[in-house]
């Protein structure tokens, strides 16, 4: 269960006094803890890995602001924060691995994008990021 390894990859940078990932893990644990007495049962997989991906979202969005500012500080700290984040993917899919799964599942030219966007997000949850997979779609259609 990823909550375990969340759990024991921040004990270790608790010990190894590592501020950004402890900081990184606790925000990640807390996410999954929440999501966990909401639902009132543990997680699957697929709900572990979209609340890993509404993390990377959130640090991509810090991470442009800080890119605007010219904060170079910043930028350091939320590309490590999306290296930590990252790691508990699975591996992510190439555009070409993308293609031909959409292309298998059906997704034709002069599809609608609502229509090929749901036949594509549960195929490729947590395989592959949001705007990749909307960037292949549009292609596709």
């Known amino acids: 269960m990823l909550k375990t390894e969340v759990f024991n990859q921040l004990k ?20 999954l803890d929440s999501a966990e ?3 009132g049962g ?3 997989p697929e709900e572990e890995i979209s609340i890993i991906n509404r993390e990377i979202k959130q640090t991509n969005q ?13 930028v350091e700290k939320e590309e490590a924060k999306l290296d930590i984040l990252k790691s508990f993917l699975p591996k992510q899919l190439t555009e070409e691995e993308i293609i031909s799964l959409l292309t298998e599942a059906g997704i034709i030219k002069g599809m609608n994008m609502g229509e090929a966007m749901k036949i594509a997000k549960p195929i490729l949850t947590g395989k592959a990021d949001g705007a990749t997979i ?8």
């Open 62 to 74: 810090s991470l442009d602001g800080a890119k605007q500012a010219g904060r170079n500080d910043l």
């Open 42 to 44: 543990a997680l699957t």
């Open 12 to 31: 270790q940078a608790m010990r190894d006094k590592d501020v950004i990932a402890k900081g990184v893990l606790s925000l990640l644990k807390s996410g």
């Open 37 to 39: 007495k909401e639902k």
């Open 134 to 141: 909307s960037k292949v779609v549009k292609s596709l259609i």
